[in-house]
């Protein structure tokens, strides 16, 4: 497409695609050009994962494959891939296509396909409770061993835990539903023969420790994984236009992190977990993943015999040092061997250290997953919306109409856009080098509608576009010219370089949360003078909760829309 | 009982070596005996000697720990404190199993019944089952678990009805926090002198668990009495939404005991417990407690504000959104602690959440009324369903008015997006001025409903027909909007006054479309013959308009019989109106012409009807039968 100084405006310039589109003249160009940005930033994203950056001084340096570090950098991706295809999804579509065959049919099984997801948040929560059980376990054995000398009492003790917390973690998928909540047993077979009540009494604590599990009784992780992957197929040929591709990409990055955290963690029956799941090898996308899923299938090979609770590696280090410590507790005799207490101490600091993790990391890692729940929930509500929207504008129309039609979808979806995220800073990396590639650049996107203010760092090559804009028309008016990445999109109003931005981003999902009524949260000491019912107010105090809560997350998760260049650590700040 | 707080006076307490054999007595490892009774079962004074014995051993191992290991007495120190630290062990493991079996054997459970039914009567402590006997307990568990409740059902009924025939309102009930009194103030002593014990020792982690395993199996115990299930997302948006219904009934029912009964019971008992022991211990071991429960219980809720929107769920949508509106507080006040937050937020989302559904519902609606498809005309011209629906509907919404007004914050979104679009109505907001959002959802309903229905009446073959259908249908809208108060205040008078007019401009179409060519036969013009001798009228004329008359009429009779035209009133309105303008021209045209007609041959061929005869024939019209095929003639 050549680049024209009188660009139309937004509206314009999309209404007149969207009905080339449906002239069956669609600007594929444009298309495929997204589609691959959309492919390399998946592939980009797990690589980094696949082979975190080496800085490994140290061989538990607790960034390792499969560490509680490494589950929240995948969840990070995640949110990051999701807000990318529903970016491409919204911004980047045409409601009358979305409702059309095939799109309709792969779109309502992805929703499908996400509600299922919701599922395994809750349960794979449910499980990082699970190891927080036995992590206290583990922290008494510390308490317990951590003293010196060791004698017989805290060995017992330490014995009593030790038991408690192998049995916890040492899960047979195949015989257990349910991950044992690791509870504190007798010390002594008591009553075991006078009254029966006494053992009905137990049997029944026993089965209503099920109860507290987060899902139905006959659910099945694996079965959950399982379906799934129903109906992921590959798109044929004739189908793969548009957002098909992008729709099968994203059906199998959500399988696959959902697959790895139920590998991860403890869930609720899992047998047969491996089998379920293929990523179909000729995708460039695809390379990174199926690398990591045989990894993360070897280790779930040799755990599968041994019968563990998880992948993750403070689980599996814990479940190593229990097995050692229990060893060294078993052949005990008091006063300890030097060697030997020493060797345990070591363990014991091991295990500490592992404590220390898992208190660092399990909550953060929990609210990541919740912020996956949200997220998925929002983007269903928003598709099913754009699902539904589309189908009314087809109902009965003449071909004329139609395209008239999916103008006003347009101009409808233009201020959701703008409601949904207000006013927008987009931070763009371009590759031009001098004065005049940069008026010229300057020159082009400030044709745009809604712009509030352009600003060029030469030294970065850093374009900093802000106003109600859609990133998506920036950078299409910019890659014309220019190689253009997109650095960062986010709401305009944030602290500059600060951690605090990141809750900015929350902040904005709490508005959404809270609907139409949410913005005079903001500045609630200016807008006072609305009429606010007791209500709002209540929603008001709940929601800046809601916000502190995030704040104590020394991890906060990536929000909405923050799209992040190859050559960027995911875990970066998302401005400098 | 309190057990003797002061470690150091040795006035009363055991010397360490008996302290010590005290406590490997009850080892239970050790002996049968040890292993079959509890201490805290038996006597009081066994009781007391062995929390002395556990304090005396504390107190001498804080001392060895405190002297400084010397060279000489390496050895001995050591196995001194070794000996100390494995009695300490013993009576440790010793304190935890009395813990629990007290736990155990006095946790009853909670009778939720009587909970629910006596929502205000507050509920002594002696309410409670206190059968110390873990056996029986334990049976009793069995049988209301095992026999599904065939009573529990009973039980829940009469409330269920109350609750079905009271509208919305009963949901905002005004009740709070209620605790009770979970297990006697005797054991709670107890309790609070072991934990005591334990947590000096260094064993609060082990304390916790205890607590926390034992609690939790009662909490669950009560959830399975309250009938709280357990449904992933997946079950629950499989589900026929009729068993939804019901469950989230239950569910505000269950929800409603549970935070104000049962967790803050639970609070209150770790409260008692911990209390003065130690900083945070109680909410540690209320969370270790509750924490699941709580996230099953809002799961269920969570599940249902996600669920797949459609107009049939707004009444039970709201009817959850104000059950956990009014709970919000009182979970704020149980959940108050930091390490709490999680569960306050989830409530907090679950509750944005569903006020989105509601919003996203009453729009979904919208869409619905806008696209209802049917084209096949009811027969009649007479109310179609989607009318009586989208009333009845609207009506509904009026009773949740309190709600709904405060969630409903957005006009809806027409005008601007729509203009232009001839296949969408437009509304003039500018005239509806002050009024709320929702109360100009509801005109808007009323809009596209009436935007459809013309839509619909165009199917009609018959303009009459179409004219009589949307008079029928707009004065329906008319009538349910008068009959129910609160609609009225806030379509308001205005626009109902719109719709009054509309009705009857509907009913003067009807009117002129069928009657101007009727009466058009009883005009005089043409019938004057100029230059003829015999009083100047053209008999041939005169004839044919009356055969014509006759035809007509008839045709309209038989075909408008079969209309129908539900409400009577308006039925007699518009018969009246038809009679009005008739019956006085047929009168007038019958007196000027029936001399030429009686003057020729075969007179009944042309006057076959009396006025008498059509003012009873106009009865027959909008009855919805078909009559006899040929009109009553005159008698004769």
């Not at chain 2, 799961?299 to 104000?322: G, Q, T, V």
């Not at chain 2, 919208?366 to 009586?388: K, Y």
């Not at chain 2, 929702?438 to 596209?448: D, G, S, T």
Request: charged share 30%; aromatic share 8%.
């Amino acid at each position: 497409m050549p680049a024209t100084e009188n660009q139309p405006s937004f509206l314009g310039r999309i209404s007149i695609r969207r009905n080339q589109i449906i002239a069956m003249d669609g600007n594929h160009e444009q298309e495929l050009e997204d589609l691959e940005l959309f492919q390399r930033h998946i592939g980009d994203r797990f690589a980094e994962l696949l082979s975190p950056p080496d800085n490994q001084d140290s061989p538990f340096s607790g960034e390792s494959f499969l560490s509680i570090s490494w589950l929240r950098k995948l969840v990070d991706v995640f949110l990051c891939c999701e807000a990318e295809f529903k970016a491409a999804l919204i911004m980047g579509s045409d409601p009358s296509q979305i409702s059309k065959p095939p799109l309709d049919r792969l779109l309502s099984d992805y929703m499908e396909r996400a509600v299922k997801a919701l599922d395994i948040c809750n349960a794979v929560s449910g499980g990082v409770d699970s190891i927080r059980e036995c992590q206290k376990l583990a922290e008494i054995v510390v308490s317990a061993l951590e003293q010196k000398p060791i004698g017989d009492g805290q060995v017992k003790r330490a014995k009593k835990a030790l038991s408690a917390m192998i049995s916890a973690s040492a899960i047979d998928d195949k015989e257990n539903n349910h991950p044992r909540y690791a509870e504190r047993t007798w010390s002594f077979g008591r009553r075991g023969n006078n009254s029966g009540g006494n053992h009905k009494d137990r049997a029944n604590h026993g089965s209503f420790r099920s109860l507290s599990m987060v899902v139905a009784k006959n659910w099945s992780a694996a079965k959950q994984i399982q379906s799934m992957c129903s109906n992921l197929a590959v798109p044929r040929g004739g189908e793969s236009t548009g957002l098909v591709q992008p729709v099968y990409i994203m059906s199998n990055v959500m399988v696959f992190v959902m697959w790895a955290l139920v590998a991860a963690i403890p869930c609720q029956e899992r047998s047969g977990l491996l089998t379920h799941f293929q990523i179909p090898k000729q995708f460039g996308w695809a390379h990174t993943i199926i690398g990591m899923q045989e990894k993360i299938g070897e280790e779930w090979k040799k755990k599968e015999k041994k019968g563990s609770a998880g992948l993750l590696e403070e689980v599996q280090r814990m479940e190593k040092l229990g097995q050692s410590l229990i060893e060294f507790a078993d052949g005990f005799q008091f006063p300890a061997e030097d060697e030997k207490s020493e060797e345990a101490a070591a363990q014991v600091a091991e295990l500490a250290e592992i404590c220390q993790r898992m208190e660092e990391g399990l909550l953060p890692l929990q609210q990541q997953i919740r912020e996956v729940f949200h997220r998925i929930v929002r983007s269903r509500r928003e598709v099913l919306d754009l699902l539904d929207h589309g189908k009314g504008e087809e109902s009965s129309k003449t071909r004329q109409e139609l395209l008239t039609a999916a103008a006003t979808c347009v101009c409808h979806l233009y201020p959701t856009w703008a409601a949904l995220h207000g006013s927008q800073k987009v931070v763009l990396k371009l590759d031009l080098h001098d004065d005049r590639g940069k008026q010229k650049a300057m020159k082009a996107v400030s044709g745009l509608q809604g712009i509030d203010s352009i600003s060029m760092d030469m030294k970065e090559q850093k374009l900093t576009v802000v106003g109600d804009i859609d990133p998506v028309d920036v950078v299409s008016k910019l890659r014309k010219n220019w190689h253009t990445e997109i650095l960062t999109v986010g709401p305009a109003k944030e602290e500059k370089k600060d951690e605090g931005k990141k809750d900015d981003g929350k902040k904005d999902d709490g508005k959404k949360d809270d609907g139409k009524k949410g913005d005079d949260k903001k500045d609630e000491g200016k807008k006072d003078g609305e009429k606010k019912n007791p209500n709002e107010q209540q929603m008001a105090e709940l929601m800046a909760l809601y916000k502190n809560y995030y704040n104590y997350n020394p991890y906060p998760p990536q929000y909405h829309y923050r799209v992040i260049s190859s050559e960027e650590n995911p875990n970066a700040c998302a401005i400098c | 009982m309190e057990p003797p707080e002061n470690y150091s006076t040795s006035a009363f307490a055991v010397p360490f070596e008996d302290a010590k054999k005290i406590i490997l007595r009850w080892d239970s490892t050790a002996s049968d005996e040890a292993r079959e009774r509890m201490i805290f079962d038996g006597d009081r004074e066994e009781v007391d000697l062995y929390l002395q014995a556990v304090d005396e051993i504390q107190k001498s191992m804080s001392s060895t720990s405190i002297s400084p290991p010397s060279s000489s007495h390496h050895h001995d120190q050591d196995n001194n404190s070794n000996k100390v630290n494995s009695a300490m062990q013993i009576a440790m493991a010793r304190l935890e199993d009395e813990f629990r079996n007290i736990l155990i054997s006095n946790t009853s459970p909670v009778e939720v019944d009587s909970l629910l039914i006596s929502d205000h009567a507050l509920a002594p402590a002696s309410s409670l089952n206190r059968n110390t006997s873990s056996v029986r307990s334990g049976n009793e568990f069995d049988q209301e678990e095992v026999g599904g409740g065939g009573d529990h059902v009973d039980a829940l009924d009469p409330i269920q009805r109350a609750d079905s025939s009271n509208s919305s309102a009963s949901y905002r009930s005004t009740s709070s926090i209620r605790e009770i009194h979970l297990i006697p103030q005797e054991a709670v002593a107890d309790l609070q002198s072991i934990a005591k014990r334990m947590i000096s020792a260094g064993y609060l982690r082990e304390c916790i668990q205890v607590y926390g395993s034992v609690r939790k199996s009662a909490v669950d115990a009560s959830f399975r009495r309250l009938r709280i299930e357990k449904l992933s997302i997946g079950d629950i948006q499989r589900l026929e939404w009729e068993a939804l219904e019901t469950k989230i009934r239950r569910w505000i029912r269950a929800a409603k005991v549970c935070v104000r009964i049962l967790f803050a019971s639970e609070k209150k008992l770790c409260e008692d417990i911990f209390y003065g022991i130690g900083t945070a211990i109680d909410d540690a071991c209320f969370m270790e407690t509750v924490k699941g429960p709580a996230i099953q219980l809002f799961n269920f809720a969570e599940a249902i504000s996600i669920s797949r929107r459609s107009p049939e769920k707004m009444f039970k949508i709201l009817d959850l959104h104000d059950a956990l509106m009014d709970l919000l507080p009182d979970i704020e006040v149980v959940f108050e602690s930091k390490s709490a937050d999680s569960i306050r937020v989830q409530a907090a989302e679950i509750l944005s959440r569903l006020a989105e559904a509601a919003r996203g519902i009453l729009s979904e609606f919208e869409n619905a009324v806008l696209r209802e498809p049917s084209r096949v005309p009811v027969p009649g011209g007479t109310i179609h369903p989607l009318t009586r629906y989208v009333m009845n509907y609207i009506s509904l919404i009026s009773d949740y008015k309190q709600t709904l007004i405060e969630l409903i914050v957005s006009k809806p979104s027409t005008g601007s997006r729509y203009s232009g679009d001839p296949t969408t109505p437009d509304m003039e907001f500018a005239e509806l001025e002050g009024k709320t959002p929702l109360a100009l959802h509801l005109i808007w309903i009323i809009v596209i409903l009436q935007f459809n229905l013309e839509g619909k009446s165009k199917h009609y073959k018959d303009a009459s027909l179409a004219h009589l259908f949307i008079m029928n249908n707009v004065h329906y809208i008319v009538q349910k909007i008068k009959g129910s108060p609160e609609l009225r205040e806030m379509i308001g008078d205005d626009y109902l006054r719109k719709l009054t007019g509309k009705f009857r401009q509907a009913a003067t179409s009807y009117q002129r479309a069928t009657w101007v060519s009727v009466l058009y036969c009883l005009r005089d013009e043409g019938l004057h013959v100029r230059g003829s001798f015999s009083s100047g009228v053209s008999k041939s004329a005169l004839r044919e308009r009356f055969k014509t008359f006759n035809a007509m009429f008839e045709e309209v009779h038989r075909t408008q019989a079969t209309w129908l035209i539900p409400d009577s009133q308006l039925r007699e309105e518009l018969r009246i109106s038809v009679s009005e303008k008739l019956i006085p021209a047929y009168r007038s045209f019958l007196g000027r012409f029936r001399s030429h007609i009686e003057s020729g041959k075969h007179p009944e061929n042309y006057i076959k009807y009396s006025v008498e005869d059509l003012e009873s024939a106009v009865l027959d019209f909008f009855e919805g039968y078909p009559v006899s095929q040929h009109l009553r003639r005159r008698s004769q």
